[in-house]
């Protein structure tokens, strides 16, 4: 069985302060797509990155950025300079690269809040 | 290129009525997956549907059940609603192909509320 595990209910940073949100997650796959997604007070998920079990290089755009770790399980994401569009909801979330249905199992998400 | 759309937007029924929620895919894609995100939590997985025939299901009842259509579109259906079945329902469509699935895009959601 899958499991994601974000600790974090909420958090919350006063503007251009850094903040990495915390992911977990259990799998007993050998490939699989870890993923992130914003969820701003509209409801849709918005995207943000995937990263397949293979490719442990940490990853940068703009402000954010991933930091994958296969020996802890742990795909932790980082804003660097936070600003106040950044508050929204975030999920990390994980999936089997192959199979039937590769659904998304998604962590409980992290409250994000950053004030002016 | 149109993204995911879902309607309606919001929806207020009363226990043990029965609803539909519709949902069109992104141009392009051949997957539809359905979500239900209770207030304060991640979303769960309710099932997928690919070529028209379901091809994976979480844990859900059998009053839980769904349609894809020839254009890939998708419906959601929930017979003998439930308090706790007030919800976010998420759609999200996906290309499949040689195996594989390439990612996933999510439409803004049916806010269903039952009393």
């Known amino acids: 069985a899958q499991k994601v595990t974000q600790a974090q209910t909420e958090i919350s940073v006063v503007e251009k302060e850094d903040v990495t949100l915390d992911c977990v997650y259990e799998?007993?796959?050998?490939?699989?797509?870890l993923f992130w997604y914003k969820q701003p007070p509209s409801g849709e998920l918005v995207f943000l990155i995937r990263?397949?079990?293979?490719?442990?290089q940490n990853e940068i755009s703009g402000r954010y950025s991933w930091n994958f770790q296969k020996s802890t399980s742990s795909f932790n994401f980082t804003i660097t300079a936070s600003q106040v569009v950044d508050s929204a909801v975030y999920f990390c979330a994980l999936s089997e690269a192959f199979g039937s249905a590769r659904q998304l199992t998604f962590g409980s998400g992290t409250q994000l809040t950053v004030l002016p | 290129e149109t993204g995911v759309t879902q309607s309606p937007t919001h929806l207020i029924k009363t226990r043990g009525q029965q609803v539909t929620l519709r949902c069109s895919s992104q141009s392009g894609h051949n997957t539809v997956s359905w979500y239900q995100q209770a207030l304060g939590q991640g979303p769960q997985f309710i099932f997928q549907?690919?070529?028209?025939?379901?091809?994976g299901r979480g844990n859900f009842p059998p009053r839980f059940s769904g349609l894809q259509f020839p254009n890939y579109s998708s419906e959601l259906n929930v017979n003998a609603l439930e308090l706790d079945d007030s919800a976010l329902y998420l759609c999200a469509s996906s290309l499949a192909t040689g195996g594989l699935n390439y990612g996933y895009t999510f439409g803004s959601g049916t806010r269903l509320t039952v009393v």
């Open positions: 549907y690919y070529r028209e025939e379901e091809n």
């Open positions: 799998t007993r796959d050998t490939t699989y797509y």
């Open positions: 990263r397949n079990s293979f490719d442990e």
